[in-house]
């Protein structure tokens, strides 16, 4: 049978970037379609009636969405190649539980929400507030920077679910150096090392945008939201 | 035999999910009762990333996160099964069981939050409760995994127990049955499942323990 697989998508979103690098990572072919989020279409309203955002993984015409359970989905059905979780149960859950922290704390801090939550506490707050958001932001690398140790990936010796969850956030980096005054690679090299090695696989470098290219589109939506 | 350790707190409904699954598989486990306020050294060192309970401990390992030990639990005690076989139906019962896990640490604040704050809270209930009646239950199931209870009743269960004393606690009404026919049955059926009836916390002392909170933040909060 014809598999169909459809990817709604919009090109900055780290969790839309998760679904593309596993799709990649499984060789599977899919239609693309980019998103218009100030208008949504017809199509994505019904298939995320609840959340009605991207991205949504249509796959022989029923929708899955949320990202991580997008990848998850993936790596279940497409398990012949590439596995991105592992088999052992507790390294599973080891797994699950990293990629939980990513969301609740990465999301929370500062790579924000699109377009109409626009407002990662680094670049819209000034003095003090942002102090705190970069100290904390800091902080949580540091601890996934702990957490990947001497390993080349989260996932051990190749590519997996963590990685997978985390790695998209890296094309934002940039955008938050130069918003926040920061470095992260001066606080984080092992992890900058770690994003750069995830960076020169080719399910990972065709599925993240350009630094340039997220840091402009920051900028248009800070200027759009009267931020400066 | 590996040994099963539960480090818990009486009144938490994310520990409570944790003793359901477990004996829902008929899985004996030794239960470690913390005191929240003064959390003990192993914990600490069993979750140091976010010192919460519940910490479910397996031959020595420790899991942590509700949905991640339950999922855990699922896998390695395959018997009765908290989640459905096919990768798709899977994928949308765990979509639920994240939509009950984003709104729950929300819905908790209903107690001590007070006007714009508190309605904003009151909105994110309303839009739980209408979630499950309007997706979850359709079809007028019995229960969101069909015949028996599964892992997404679990995950709603703030809503089947937690609800009323948070209310009580809040001195405020949110939820009216009429309104949600399908989550009032739900809420009646859950309870009545022998292994949640027999293990639930004592509502009059988690109204207690809430007001006493409550008035202890609103204390703080004014000197």
Known sequence: ?228 | MAVVKLFGAWLSPYVFRVIWALKLKGIPYEYIEEDLSNKSPLLLQYNPIHKKVPVLVHDGKPVCESTVILRYVDEIWPQNPLLPADPYDRAVALFWIKFADDKSPIIAKLYRTEDEEQQAVVKEWLEMLEAMEEHVLIGGKKFCGGDEINMVDIAFCMIAHWLGVIEDAAGLKVFEPHKFPRVSSWIQNFKSVPIIKYNLPNTDKIVAYLKRRKEMLLTSKSN
Request: hydrophobic share 40%; glycine share 6%; with cysteine.
């Open chain 1, 1 to 228: 049978m014809a598999e169909e697989v459809v990817l709604l998508d919009f090109w900055p979103s780290p969790f839309g970037m998760r679904s593309r690098i596993a799709l990649a990572e499984k060789g599977i072919k899919y239609e693309h379609k980019e998103e218009d989020l100030r208008n949504k279409s017809a199509l994505l309203l019904q298939m995320n009636p609840v959340h009605k955002k991207i991205p949504v993984l249509i796959h022989n015409g029923k929708p899955v969405c949320e990202s991580l359970i997008q990848v998850q989905y993936i790596d279940e059905v497409w398990h012949d190649k590439a596995p991105l979780l592992p088999s052992d149960p507790y390294q599973k859950a080891t797994a699950r539980f990293w990629a939980d922290y990513v969301d609740k704390k990465i999301r929370s801090f500062s790579f924000s929400f699109f377009i109409y939550e626009l407002g990662g506490r680094v670049w819209k707050t000034k003095g003090e507030e942002q102090a705190t958001a970069k100290k904390e932001l800091i902080e949580t690398l540091k601890l996934l920077e702990k957490e990947l140790g001497d390993k080349p990936y989260f996932g051990g010796e190749s590519l997996g679910y963590v990685d997978v969850a985390f790695i998209p956030f890296y094309s934002w980096f940039y955008a938050l150096e130069k918003c926040g005054n920061f470095s992260i690679e001066a606080e984080c090299p092992k992890l900058i090392a770690w994003a750069k090695r995830c960076m020169q696989k080719e399910s990972v470098a065709k599925s993240l945008p350009d630094q340039q290219k997220v840091y402009d589109f920051i900028l248009e939506m800070k200027k759009h939201f009267g931020n400066e």
